[in-house]
């Protein structure tokens, strides 16, 4: 069964719009990167983050598009020179259209 490539939800057949995030589908599907069912093809790059739905339809306050998804990242201190009381890692949420940050948050996790 095909899915939305922007919510990933399932998508009925020979549909042009989808009905959970209700964005229009790329005409042209032949373009579009197959990913192998083996993670461990997959780039590392791509395995990080996780997609939320919004509720409510927001536009982005860096590119005004109209969002309904949210892509959010972990954050993980990697380098510190001296011993620090900050949060080891926290959380970045990102528009899905322009990838600028939206917010960012350090916690200890």
């Known amino acids: 069964m095909p899915t ?3 919510c990933a939800e399932a998508l009925p057949e020979d549909t042009k719009r989808c009905p959970s995030c209700l964005r229009d589908l790329p005409i042209d599907a032949e373009d579009a990167y197959e990913l192998p069912a083996d993670s461990a093809d997959i780039p590392i790059e791509w395995q990080g ?3 939320y739905a ?3 339809p927001a536009r982005c306050p860096h590119c005004r598009e109209v969002i309904r998804t ?10 510190v020179t ?4 900050l949060p080891r ?5 990102v528009c899905p259209e322009c990838e600028r940050i939206v917010s960012a948050e350090l916690a200890a996790l």
């Not at 949210?70 to 380098?79: A, E």
């Open 54 to 56: 919004l509720e409510l």
């Open 70 to 79: 949210l892509r959010v990242l972990r954050l993980k201190r990697t380098q």
């Open 49 to 51: 983050g996780a997609v």
């Open 82 to 85: 001296f011993t620090s009381t």
């Open 89 to 93: 890692g926290g959380r970045i949420i």
């Open 4 to 6: 939305c490539p922007f």
